[in-house]
């Protein structure tokens, strides 16, 4: 076991506008990505770093906070802090692909590290646990191909043209249809936008509502790609708590009052899973009509809840018409498929219009007919009430299979509705070297760790993992049984 000197990994840049802590951070890591660091060697204490560095200890201590919640140091109480000795196989691996295939780094990848993508494809189908997968085994395949057919072989030389930037006629007047029979939102087809997915749908938003600059309420923790692709368009976000009740709304009345919008999953909060509560809801709408500020609804899996009805969506007690809501068909359907909505304020209308004009790729002709036969014609609505019933079924055999196994080890948070598991677990373990080395065996995780805009004491090790593909108790046994090895100490 050696130590280095302080001075020897770390320099830091006041030039840069990177926080100490990020640097400290970011090099540190650097020397491990390095070989400069092995498994066991003690880094220096954030006392002797901080009069080393002229720092504050708690700059130094938030650096190291980041390092320990990402898994690559450890506490050894009296022999000080260690480099983990589970980052050998990463580094390496790391290592000799960089030098086998030199490449550069964007400025954007720089900034935001990618989280592994919930939807992304894979050689086999979906791994294990992935999150933001239906229960693709329960597709009606042969009803979309054969509505595919048809819509295919309807095919005239108009349709071959550019689409509408907005969307199909056709889709936005079902998905308007829809929307006031089962989520209780009063719009028209006008005001329904197609997009190519919730990012595309936010990224119409920005371009058309808010300003560089501009102060955005965004949950903490939140969905991280929401506040990367905002960090992006540049916003600042105002992170705001989330408890039992959901964003804390009074929160952000204190501190960022005049902020220009918000970004919420009332029904279902991503990841914790909890609802927006309605005195909540009701602030929050007071909030946006008196500050003319916008609240952008993320309902990204609000039809399915099990212990009761869906709840209405938040754009349902829209009086001043300030809310603009936004659902997708990955989550109900496929995620391959690439098409969402945005329903928006008839005020704005023809804004987003242009916007969509100027901004949007417009999603496939054939793809937004297929949809609409599937809509139109009732499969759409028996689909998702189908699939209530079976995640239902699902989730209890993926609960059962997994505490059969885990219980001494975590704690199985079984929310009322969504489409995953909240994990607690027990002890001091970290939350994202667990969901690390999952991803490392072949399964999916989520760290809540990995959802905060940054590190925080008091907040809980958990891990998402999605039940929808689990198809029975004795798999999701199998699955436990995997996960179990790696709870223990690296």
């Not at 939807?119 to 979309?144: H, N, S, T, V, Y």
Request: aromatic residues 6%.
């Amino acid at each position: 076991m050696i130590s280095l000197p302080p001075s020897s990994l770390i320099r830091l840049d006041s030039n840069t506008g990177e926080a100490y802590y990020r640097q400290i951070y970011a090099r540190l890591r650097s020397a491990v990505a390095d070989g400069l660091l092995q498994p066991g060697d003690r880094i220096p204490s954030a006392r002797a770093l901080a009069a080393e560095l002229g720092l504050a200890r708690g700059t130094v201590e938030a650096g190291y906070s980041l390092l320990a919640a990402e898994g690559y140091v450890e506490a050894r109480g009296q022999a000080g802090t260690v480099i983990a000795a589970g980052v050998r196989p990463v580094v390496q691996a790391a290592a000799s692909k960089a030098t086998a295939t030199p490449s550069r780094t964007s400025p954007v990848a720089a900034r935001y590290p990618l989280l592994p993508e919930e939807g992304q494809a894979e050689p086999k189908g979906p791994r294990p646990f992935q999150m933001g997968i239906p229960a693709l085994d329960a597709f009606p395949r042969k009803i979309w191909a054969r509505l595919a057919a048809r819509a295919a072989r309807a095919t005239q030389a108009a349709d071959m043209l550019y689409p509408s930037p907005a969307g199909l006629m056709a889709l936005r007047t079902e998905i308007a249809r829809y929307l006031q029979l089962s989520r209780g939102i009063d719009c028209r087809a006008e005001q329904v936008f197609v997009t190519s997915g919730y990012r595309d749908s936010l990224n119409l938003i920005t371009r058309t509502l808010l300003q560089p600059d501009d102060k955005i309420w965004v949950e903490d923790p939140g969905y991280a790609p929401t506040a990367a692709l905002l960090r992006e368009a540049g916003m600042q976000l105002a992170g705001i708590p989330v408890d039992g009740d959901g964003m804390q709304v009074e929160y952000g009345l204190r501190h960022a009052a005049r902020a220009r919008a918000a970004v919420v999953t009332p029904a279902h909060q991503s990841p914790t899973c909890v609802a927006l509560s309605l005195p909540r809801r009701l602030a929050l709408l007071e909030w946006a009509a008196r500050e003319q500020a916008w609240i952008v609804e993320d309902d990204y899996d609000g039809e399915y809840r099990y212990v009761s009805r869906p709840l209405p969506a938040l754009k349902s007690l829209d009086r001043e018409d300030r809310v603009l809501y936004a659902g997708t068909f990955s989550k109900v359907l496929f995620p391959a498929i690439r098409l969402a909505y945005l329903v928006v304020p008839q005020s704005q209308v023809e804004c987003f219009r242009r916007s969509a004009q100027l901004f949007s790729g417009a999603a496939p002709a054939l793809t937004q007919h297929i949809v609409a036969d599937f809509m139109a014609e009732g499969h759409f609505a028996r689909h998702i009430q189908r699939m209530r019933r079976l995640y239902a079924q699902r989730r209890t055999m993926a609960i059962a299979g997994l505490e059969g196994v885990l219980h001494a080890h975590v704690r199985i948070d079984s929310p009322p509705g969504g489409m995953h598991l909240l994990l607690r677990l027990q002890g001091r373990r970290s939350d994202r070297l667990l969901a690390d080395k999952m991803r490392q065996h072949g399964m999916f995780s989520r760290a809540l760790s990995e959802c905060l805009l940054a590190p925080r004491p008091g907040v809980p090790p958990m891990i998402m993992l999605s039940f929808t593909n689990i198809d029975s108790r004795r798999r999701a046994a199998e699955l436990a049984r995997r996960i179990l090895p790696l709870l223990a100490p690296a």
